[in-house]
């Protein structure tokens, strides 16, 4: 309710003192940068967890081909959904862009091409250790596997290992609770400063394309993960998406999915997911599985290509879509990421559309709510897929939460009862999500 009232009052702000609100926006960018400064520690700790306490290297290595082949299937549906979408309605046909315009365009596109090789070359850290402070997620989650393999390896020698770094998770997890209290303060200076740069009418020659990206990214969600999540988990995407508010709403005041994504993590072991599939999948899909940043690359391409009088051909677009589909996973789902993603591939693929990038930059803050609300809610649901066909999922217990009988834990967001879906001890342990926890075995004897 707090960050609710802090985006309303941003909004006003915004409105009545411009110059005054303009002034705010780093309030909002140093709550972001807080955020950020806790990913990489979560994401270390929550792979080589997941990894390390699943006793068979080939369950991991199910669960990630499952995970990665699902992403790529699934950044694919939104990719070719926003196509479709974007020749339907044209969102760009008839806006004359102006060279302020032009030169904005080519500002927000300097720096941003990086080919395929280039991309996977810089997974690759420089040390073991700078994949933990230079805050490239990539080389994260790349030291946290081999790590996570490393320990598994160890057996029962690793167990320390594991134990040590649970309880850094828990001290992490803390410091982030922490942070959250000044979530409003972010919220609050981002909005003000957003609307009060733009004002309502820089927004009414894009209101076409804004409610056509907004309705693609309802569609998308509701109808085809709503309808996937159905057949394959039983779980409805309404009661999913309601366990999930308070994380929609703190993405909703920060416009950046990765601000909630500590708390995915912490919500999908509380909803049932084993530990092992959700460390595994959450971090993998926040840079592989962004549904909303595939959407919005196809549909704000097209919408510059007819913004400059330079319609695609649709020779172009299947090319595009096919450049996306790679350019897209470099994109981390944090504010303006897209926008950076979008101006690299046009400079690849289109020089000459480059420069309509810069009548996308006055609404991308506006556009990237819907973006990220779409990669956070693609995550949920691919987190509960993965786990349900790797056997890594307990829907009794999803039934549970979901109706509001085992209320999330506020206070600490970690679930010291329940380690999620399978792999809690009370219940049988299926073979494919092994993670007994022997941490008392050296003191019994």
């Not at 940068?33 to 792979?47: A, E, Q």
């Amino acid at each position: 309710m707090a960050v609710i009232v802090a985006v309303l009052a941003g909004i006003a702000v915004g409105f009545l003192f411009p110059d005054f609100a303009k002034k705010l926006a780093p309030l909002g960018t140093g709550f972001v940068n807080l955020i950020k400064m806790m990913i990489v520690p979560v994401i270390f700790c929550t792979i080589v967890l997941g990894v390390g306490s699943v006793r068979r290297a080939a369950q991991v290595g199910k669960v990630g081909g499952l995970a990665l082949g699902y992403f790529l299937t699934m950044s694919t549906v939104a990719l070719t959904i926003g196509l479709v979408v974007g020749n339907i309605i044209h969102p760009g046909t008839g806006l004359h862009l102006s060279d302020t315009v032009a030169k904005a365009g080519q500002k927000a596109a300097g720096g941003a091409e990086e080919g395929t090789v280039e991309f996977l070359l810089g997974i690759v850290p420089k040390t073991l250790f700078s994949a933990l402070t230079e805050g490239e997620v990539l080389q994260a989650l790349l030291v946290a596997l081999l790590v996570g393999f490393a320990v598994q390896s160890l057996g029962r020698r690793g167990e320390p290992v594991l134990n040590a770094i649970e309880i850094a998770q828990r001290v992490i997890f803390k410091v982030l609770a922490m942070i959250m209290w000044v979530a409003p303060i972010g919220a609050f200076g981002a909005m003000a400063a957003v609307v009060g740069a733009t004002g309502l009418d820089a927004l009414k020659s894009l209101l076409q394309v804004m409610i056509g990206f907004y309705v693609t990214c309802a569609i998308f969600v509701f109808v085809v993960l709503g309808s996937l999540l159905w057949f394959v988990a039983r779980i409805s995407i309404f009661k999913l998406l309601a366990y999930l508010g308070r994380e929609f709403l703190l993405i909703l005041g920060t416009s950046s999915s990765e601000s909630a994504l500590p708390r995915l993590i912490a919500k999908m072991q509380h909803v049932g997911v084993s530990r092992s599939v959700v460390g595994i999948t959450v971090p993998t899909g926040y840079s592989f599985n962004l549904d909303g940043t595939a959407i919005y690359l196809t549909m704000a391409s097209l919408f510059i290509a007819d913004a400059l009088g330079k319609p695609l051909s649709v020779g172009e677009q299947i090319s595009l879509l096919l450049f996306m589909i790679i350019a897209s996973k470099g994109a981390a789902g944090v504010t303006g990421a897209g926008l950076a993603t979008l101006a690299g591939g046009l400079q690849s693929h289109r020089p000459d559309l480059v420069d309509g990038v810069g009548v996308i930059v006055g609404i991308d803050r506006f556009m990237s709510e819907a973006r990220a609300l779409t990669n956070f809610a693609g995550n949920a649901v691919a987190t509960v897929l993965v786990g349900t066909w790797t056997g890594g999922f307990d829907r009794d217990r999803a039934r549970t939460v979901l109706a509001g009988e085992d209320p999330f834990d506020e206070t600490t967001m970690v679930d010291d009862d329940h380690r999620g879906g399978p792999e809690r001890p009370a219940e049988p342990v299926p073979a494919c999500a092994q993670a007994t926890d022997e941490s008392s075995i050296p003191h019994q004897r």
